[in-house]
């Protein structure tokens, strides 16, 4: 059984930071060969796509959104995949989610559908 479980996540205001993490397990979960992911997803709205890391660490991707305040890191060590947030908005509030999927093109990293492996997801809220 494949688990994700994310931590981090609490109450923060505008400007401050976060660091959210996910641990991962499972007896048929190789770490290394997936690719990384975190979503989001706020009250009403769509499930979507925040930042990616590829199985080496070197490649990542970000939604435009958060390009320059987020930064995706991973540690194929300890089988955890992080995401630093900074100067954190109002509209960043959301359920953050980790996602892990195998044999995903760059390309399609911002598609969730790609994801086999879900968290239940971490609430993250920002006061104005």
């Known amino acids: 059984q494949v688990q994700l479980v994310e931590s981090g996540g609490g109450l923060v205001q505008a400007g401050g930071s976060l660091r959210l993490s996910c641990t991962t397990s499972?007896?048929?979960?190789?770490?290394?060969?997936?690719?990384m992911a975190w979503f989001r997803q706020a009250p009403g709205k769509e499930r979507e796509f925040v930042a990616a890391?590829?199985?080496?660490?070197?490649?990542?991707a970000y939604a435009d959104s958060v390009k320059g305040r987020f930064t995706v890191s991973r540690d194929n060590a300890k089988n955890t995949v992080s995401l630093q947030m900074g100067s954190l908005k109002p509209e960043d509030t959301a359920v953050y989610y980790c996602?892990?999927?195998?044999?995903?093109?760059?390309?399609?990293?911002?598609?969730?559908?790609?994801?086999?492996?879900w968290g239940q997801g971490t609430q993250v809220t920002v006061s104005s």
């Open positions: 890391v590829g199985w080496s660490g070197i490649s990542t």
């Open positions: 499972g007896r048929t979960f190789t770490f290394s060969r997936n690719t």
């Open positions: 996602a892990a999927g195998q044999a995903i093109t760059i390309l399609t990293w911002t598609v969730r559908e790609q994801y086999d492996y």
